[in-house]
């Protein structure tokens, strides 16, 4: 899986690791993290081509929610 202009950075896939020791034990690796952010970005691509008035729904509720 490829995204072009799309590479996480050494940084972005430690606080995944971090996050997924917390929600997913089994899969808090860094390939498997890479792997997600990729997805992700993906994915919230993908949501604003096909709602973009929920993506930036989504996008408000993330950048209001506390941090854990």
């Not at 995204?3 to 996050?19: A, F, L």
């Not at 990729?38 to 929610?65: S, V």
Request: proline residues 7%; glycine residues 2%.
């Amino acid at each position: 899986m490829s995204m072009p202009g799309y590479i996480p950075t050494e940084d972005d896939i430690v606080t995944m690791v971090r996050e997924l020791e917390q929600s997913d034990p089994a899969n808090a690796n860094p390939e498997y993290a890479r792997q997600m952010l990729i997805r992700m970005k993906l994915m919230y691509r993908e949501l604003g081509r096909i709602d973009e008035e929920l993506l930036q729904k989504e996008m408000e509720t993330f950048r209001n929610r506390k941090p854990s």
